[in-house]
């Protein structure tokens, strides 16, 4: 199913993020300014067809009528599945010394979180990311803009039973740690070496009580302010973070 992209700004942050847009779609009658001005010129250089079309039709495809006279319409994400991510992280284990991470995702609903958790994986270099197939966020040009583009350079996989994933993780080798407030031990005090996939719960609810109860042991992080906790994607990356800081020792190519 394509991604409808509504509006001139968000039209040009998807071709300035790089979305994969297939063509835009622009109102006969709409009025040249600036921003149509700056979506043409990066249509151009990226080679994005332009449809001058009625304005009818765009009504027709808007979700909620803010489209200002142009939509772009972007290529559907194309996932993976598990075995091409068990691939990227076997190659990672024989690259650096054993060390591989998979970010497993328990129903995380907003598109934006996905995004920056892709940014942070990517940047630690994991080698894949795990999401359900329903009842959470897919990946669009939400995703792509928190993202800063990264979910295009990382495997996500979509699957239909979490649970069922984690047991086949721990066959390849992995120890599965979720990030839980709940959890007896500081982060800091685990031993993250080695293969890790690291889980992630819901925004609202954190790990599911049943994706808890697949998991090797949990994590969380020290807080000593008086906000009660971060954010799933801020927490995801001092995770994973910890995750590359144990591994330190044999990761190469560590830029400063």
């Not at 080679?47 to 559907?76: C, I, M, N, T, Y």
């Not at 129903?107 to 995004?115: C, F, K, M, R, Y």
């Not at 721990?170 to 120890?175: A, D, H, M, R, S």
């Not at 994706?211 to 009660?228: A, R, T």
């Given at each position: ?13 998807a071709?300035r ?17 600036g ?71 328990d ?9 920056a ?6 940047s ?12 959470a966020?897919?990946v ?24 069922s ?24 005090d ?12 819901n ?54």
């Open positions: 199913m394509a991604d409808y992209i509504e509006g001139k700004r968000p039209v040009v942050e071709l993020t790089h979305v994969p847009v297939k063509r835009i779609l622009m109102a006969d009658n709409v009025q040249r300014d921003l149509i001005t700056d979506i043409l010129r990066k249509a151009r250089n990226l080679d994005v067809p332009v449809a001058s079309v009625p304005r009818k039709k765009l009504d027709e495809l808007s979700d909620h009528g803010s489209h200002q006279g142009v939509v772009a319409e972007a290529e559907p994400f194309e996932y993976v599945n598990v075995t091409a991510v068990l691939k990227a992280a076997q190659r990672s284990a024989e690259e650096h010394d054993g060390r591989a991470l998979v970010v497993v995702l129903h995380i609903t907003d598109a934006g979180n996905l995004g958790i892709a940014r942070s994986a990517e630690v270099g994991a080698a894949g990311i795990v999401i359900p197939n329903k009842r966020a897919r669009t040009a939400a995703t792509y803009k928190s993202s800063a583009g990264a979910i295009a350079h990382i495997p996500v996989t979509q699957v239909a039973n979490i649970s994933c984690l047991e086949r993780l721990k066959k390849e080798g992995f120890w599965v740690a979720a990030a839980t407030e709940h959890a007896a031990d500081y982060i800091w685990a031993n993250l070496k080695g293969k890790i996939a690291l889980v992630l719960g925004e609202g609810e954190g790990v599911s009580s049943l994706v808890l109860g697949n998991c090797d042991f949990g994590v969380k992080l020290p807080q000593v302010g008086g906000i009660s906790s971060l954010n799933v994607a801020q927490a995801s990356t001092a995770c994973m973070y910890e995750w590359l800081r144990q591994n330190r020792t044999a990761a190469e190519g560590l830029r400063g």
